[in-house]
């Protein structure tokens, strides 16, 4: 190894001391910045100050790519941007990449933002095409670089929350080489390998949070609040606000009411509440004590809560009087079955004010430490969900807190949020969308959260849209399409993103957003068993048609499914991926699988790694020896029929034929609609006349789970019944 010179020496020492006793700084891994030339060191771009952070160990053999015109902007500029330690180039110049590349190509180390500019979100931003370019030329090894934590100190550039001293870490990563595209044109190659970096950095920033972040949702929220006690992060339809501060104070008393309640070997606990403040308070109480919370589907009915219930093992429930109530909930069932109904409303009376006023005021003082006193085990099991069963009986999944943690982190490496954003989430927390994207990812990254009781109060939702000015949208293609025909077009004028998933985007609702509400709906793909983001379409990598890329972490495979030309069965794995189901039988199905999760989808990904879903497995039908999917016919009739109103709705359905094996029936929510007028849709959208339903059959109000996909368990058992009946 060279030796450094003694006054590089000293000065390293002297910046690294600084850093040290400032912002707690920390580096890993830096025995790679040994890796002799051609190599690029690229790190994500926050502050002006990250040069600072890298030369700490960074030595004068290392170059740092700069601006020659923005050095010029004042005399500390040219001191800082212009020495022994840059590279000065004029950005506006086509000769600045050659320049480079012949630096790199004579076994130079170049120090390269391939942001080109500080993050504007907190986050990483697009990433320009000209390191692509240099890494065509040079095949020079690429080190990415992860600043930790220069997000939240003052010189950071976004609009969010800061501090003086916040802690800083760099993590450095193994360097390797780019991949080879033989046969590509100059630039397809540099695009795909823009892509490439930009993936490299988004997985090495998954893993150094995955390594050092908090272990555990609890851990995550407890760090948020000491962070920001006063924010107001969660508001209800009730109008009540909740601090950090408050939601940490009314967890812990509710914590305290369950420790003396139940004993040591009571895990698993029900909840059945709806989205309201009260909902996160009980689970973060649950998760204070160890126990396992298991959210119940109160739109299944008593029937399947009571199966739900006893597949968990519950005895007790915590519920609410004024929900049950008004949401008209038949509990005498699960009453009669054992169970235990734990009414918030009691529980709150044995708690007094003096408590309540002695714990705030304590925690006025002093913040709980993220896992203090807690067993910090991400392997542990967080809750327990129940899948909607649109196709037979809900299984029980059983999610860490790796597994919720590691799908938070996915997510907001995947899009950048901001943290002015205000999530309205009106999806119900016993449904994977709702809980992990829609309340547990804002509420520990320290972004606003408004819970909303239902989904289906079409014309109240984008009125309290905009009363609360919220910025991020989550629903289902069913939801969208209902807020879309009841909003003003103003009401989403603080729109920046809409999430859709558990259904299909038709391009009707993507079209009317964008003409009516000038918003893009970004399409993402999931299932409760993955926690249950697989991929998402981003605001910086969008593809419509597709359900979006896969996340940073994800693993897959498509297995060649018979009759299937394009695609095929699609598995998938990741840190995200559940630890298993309740059920002994789907259970032991999915362990041997050896952590692959088996989605039973029919998707194609292409060499992007952009998901496309073809249907579910159980959704085609062998007509003739040819394999037809029910969803693609489905999503060619959705919209086919303006004369009929934007109401009308067909759910496509197989059944027993003894001269083709199978047929299509289509039930429809429009008396009006005819085979004939099916046929014509089909033909005119290029399906063949193998897709063209035989019969069309006519209900009022197609069955709904509570996420708003169609329940084709109960819509095939309806039309069974209905042919018996004759």
């Given at each position: 190894?060279?030796?450094l010179?003694w006054?590089?020496r000293?000065?390293?020492?002297?910046?690294?001391?600084?850093l040290?006793?400032?912002?707690?700084?920390?580096?890993?891994?830096?025995?790679?910045?040994q890796?002799?030339?051609?190599?690029l060191?690229?790190?994500?771009?926050?502050?002006?100050?990250?040069?600072?952070?890298?030369?700490?160990?960074?030595?004068?053999?290392?170059?740092?790519?700069?601006?020659?015109?923005?050095?010029?902007?004042?005399?500390?500029?040219?001191?800082?941007?212009?020495?022994r330690?840059?590279?000065?180039?004029?950005?506006?110049?086509?000769?600045?990449?050659k320049q480079?590349?012949e630096?790199?190509?004579?076994?130079g180390?170049?120090?390269?933002?391939?942001?080109?500019?500080?993050?504007?979100?907190?986050?990483?931003?697009?990433?320009?095409?000209?390191?692509?370019?240099?890494l065509?030329?040079t095949r020079?090894?690429?080190?990415?670089c992860?600043?930790?934590g220069?997000?939240?100190?003052?010189?950071?550039?976004?609009?969010?929350?800061?501090?003086w001293?916040?802690?800083?870490?760099?993590?450095?990563?193994?360097?390797?080489?780019?991949?080879?595209?033989?046969?590509?044109?100059?630039?397809?190659?540099r695009?795909?390998?823009?892509?490439?970096?930009?993936?490299?950095?988004?997985?090495q920033?998954?893993?150094v949070?995955?390594?050092f972040?908090?272990?555990?949702?609890?851990?995550?929220?407890?760090?948020?609040?000491?962070?920001?006690?006063?924010f107001?992060?969660?508001?209800?339809?009730?109008?009540?606000?909740?601090?950090?501060?408050?939601?940490?104070?009314?967890?812990?008393?509710?914590?305290?009411?369950?420790?003396?309640?139940?004993?040591?070997?009571?895990q698993?606990?029900?909840v059945?509440?709806?989205?309201?403040?009260?909902?996160?308070?009980?689970?973060?109480s649950?998760?204070?004590?160890g126990?396992?919370?298991?959210?119940?589907?109160?739109?299944?009915?008593?029937?399947?809560?009571?199966?739900?219930?006893?597949?968990?093992?519950?005895?007790?429930?915590?519920?609410?009087?004024?929900f049950i109530?008004r949401?008209?909930?038949?509990v005498?069932?699960?009453?009669?079955?054992g169970l235990?109904?734990i009414?918030?409303?009691?529980?709150?009376?044995?708690?007094?004010?003096?408590?309540?006023?002695a714990?705030?005021?304590?925690?006025?003082?002093?913040?709980?430490?993220?896992?203090?006193?807690?067993?910090?085990?991400?392997d542990?099991?967080?809750?327990i969900?129940?899948?909607?069963?649109?196709?037979?009986?809900p299984?029980?999944?059983?999610?860490t807190?790796?597994?919720?943690m590691?799908?938070?982190r996915q997510?907001?490496?995947a899009?950048?949020?901001q943290?002015?954003d205000?999530?309205?989430?009106?999806?119900?927390?016993?449904?994977s969308?709702?809980l992990?994207a829609?309340?547990?990812?804002p509420?520990?990254?320290?972004?606003?959260?408004?819970?909303?009781?239902?989904?289906?109060?079409y014309r109240?939702?984008?009125?309290?849209?905009?009363?609360?000015?919220?910025?991020?949208?989550?629903?289902?293609?069913?939801?969208?399409?209902?807020?879309?025909?009841?909003a003003?077009?103003?009401?989403?004028?603080?729109?920046?993103?809409?999430?859709?998933?558990?259904?299909?985007v038709?391009?009707?609702?993507?079209q009317?957003?964008?003409r009516?509400?000038?918003?893009?709906?970004?399409?993402?793909?999931?299932?409760?068993?993955?926690s249950?983001?697989?991929?998402?379409?981003?605001?910086l990598?969008p593809?419509?048609g597709?359900?979006?890329?896969?996340?940073?972490?994800?693993?897959?495979r498509?297995?060649?499914?018979?009759g299937?030309?394009q695609?095929?069965?699609?598995?998938v794995?990741?840190?995200?991926?559940m630890?298993?189901?309740?059920?002994?039988?789907?259970?032991?199905?999915?362990?041997?699988?050896?952590?692959?999760?088996?989605?039973g989808?029919?998707?194609?990904?292409?060499?992007?790694?952009?998901?496309?879903?073809?249907?579910?497995?159980?959704?085609?039908a062998?007509?003739?020896?040819?394999m037809?999917?029910?969803?693609?016919v489905?999503e060619?009739?959705a919209?086919?029929?303006p004369?009929y109103g934007?109401r009308?709705?067909?759910?496509?359905?197989?059944?027993?034929?003894?001269?083709?094996?199978e047929?299509l029936?289509a039930v429809a929510?429009?008396?009006?609609?005819t085979?004939?007028?099916?046929?014509?849709?089909?033909l005119l959208?290029g399906?063949?006349?193998?897709?063209?339903?035989?019969?069309?059959?006519?209900?009022?109000?197609?069955p709904l789970?509570?996420?708003?996909?169609?329940?084709?368990?109960?819509?095939?058992?309806?039309?069974a019944a209905?042919?018996?009946?004759?």
């Open positions: 190894m060279e030796s010179p006054n590089v000293w000065l390293q020492r002297v910046i690294r001391l600084l040290r006793v400032l912002f707690r700084f920390r580096a890993y891994n830096t025995e790679v910045l890796t002799p030339g051609p190599v060191l690229t790190p994500n771009h926050l502050t002006w100050i990250d040069w600072l952070f890298l030369i700490a160990h960074v030595d004068h053999r290392w170059r740092f790519v700069t601006s020659r015109t923005t050095a010029q902007t004042s005399p500390l500029h040219r001191w800082i941007m212009i020495n330690f840059t590279f000065p180039i004029d950005t506006a110049s086509p000769y600045a990449v480079m590349a630096h790199l190509m004579q076994g180390r170049l120090v390269l933002f391939p942001e080109g500019r500080m993050s504007r979100t907190g986050a990483m931003m697009k990433l320009y095409e000209g390191t692509g370019f240099l065509f030329k020079a090894r690429v080190i990415p992860y600043l930790r220069a997000e939240r100190i003052r010189w950071a550039k976004h609009k969010g929350w800061k501090r001293l916040a802690p800083v870490s760099v993590h450095y990563g193994q360097p390797l080489e780019p991949p080879q595209y033989p046969g590509l044109s100059t630039t397809a190659a695009l795909r390998l823009t892509r490439w970096l930009r993936d490299v950095m988004l997985e920033q998954l893993a949070e995955q390594a972040g908090p272990p555990t949702v609890t851990a995550a929220l407890l760090r948020m609040a000491a962070a920001r006690p006063g107001r992060v969660l508001e209800d339809f009730t109008g009540q606000k909740l601090t950090y501060r408050r939601l940490v104070v009314g967890a812990e008393l509710l914590a305290e009411v369950w420790r003396a309640q139940w004993p040591e070997e009571t698993r606990i029900g059945l509440l709806p989205n309201a403040n009260a909902l996160p308070v009980t689970l973060l649950l998760w204070l004590t126990k396992v919370p298991a959210l119940l589907n109160y739109t299944t009915g008593p029937a399947v809560m009571r199966a739900c219930a006893q597949l968990a093992g519950l005895r007790h429930i915590i519920t609410s009087r004024a109530t949401a008209r909930l038949r005498e069932p699960l009453q009669e079955a235990e109904l009414y918030l409303e009691d529980v709150r009376q044995r708690i007094s004010s003096g408590r309540r006023l714990r705030m005021c304590w925690r006025c003082l002093k913040m709980p430490r993220a896992g203090a006193g807690l067993a910090d085990h991400r542990a099991t967080a809750v969900l129940f899948t909607s069963g649109s196709e037979g009986v299984k029980g999944v059983e999610l807190h790796g597994n919720l590691a799908n938070i997510l907001f490496t899009v950048p949020f943290d002015d205000r999530f309205f989430n009106a999806l119900p927390l016993f449904h969308f709702g992990t829609g309340t547990l990812a509420l520990t990254r320290g972004l606003g959260l408004f819970l909303y009781p239902s989904p289906l109060h109240l939702v984008p009125e309290v849209f905009y009363d609360r000015a919220c910025t991020v949208l989550l629903g289902t293609n069913t939801f969208l399409n209902g807020y879309a025909r009841r003003h077009p103003y009401d989403f004028y603080q729109l920046r993103y809409i999430f859709a998933g558990a259904e299909k038709q391009e009707s609702t993507a009317t957003y964008a009516k509400f000038g918003a893009r709906i970004l399409e993402g793909y999931g299932a409760t068993e993955c249950p983001v697989i991929a998402v379409n981003s605001p990598e593809r419509f597709t359900a979006g890329r896969l996340l940073p972490g994800m693993e897959y498509v297995e060649p499914v018979e299937v030309p695609g095929g069965r699609l598995l794995r990741g840190p995200n991926v630890k298993g189901y309740l059920n002994p039988e789907a259970n032991a199905a999915f362990q041997a699988l050896g952590g692959w999760y088996d989605t989808d029919i998707a194609h990904v292409d060499e992007d790694r952009y998901v496309t879903l073809l249907g579910r497995l159980k959704r085609f062998k007509i003739s020896g040819e037809v999917s029910l969803t693609a489905e060619a009739l919209g086919a029929f004369q934007q009308c709705t067909v759910a496509v359905l197989s059944q027993p034929d003894a001269d083709k094996g047929r029936v929510n429009d008396a009006r609609l085979v004939d007028d099916l046929r014509q849709a089909l959208r399906l063949p006349a193998l897709c063209v339903p035989r019969e069309v059959v006519y209900l009022r109000e197609l789970l509570g996420t708003g996909k169609v329940n084709y368990r109960e819509l095939q058992s309806w039309l209905r042919k018996q009946g004759g």
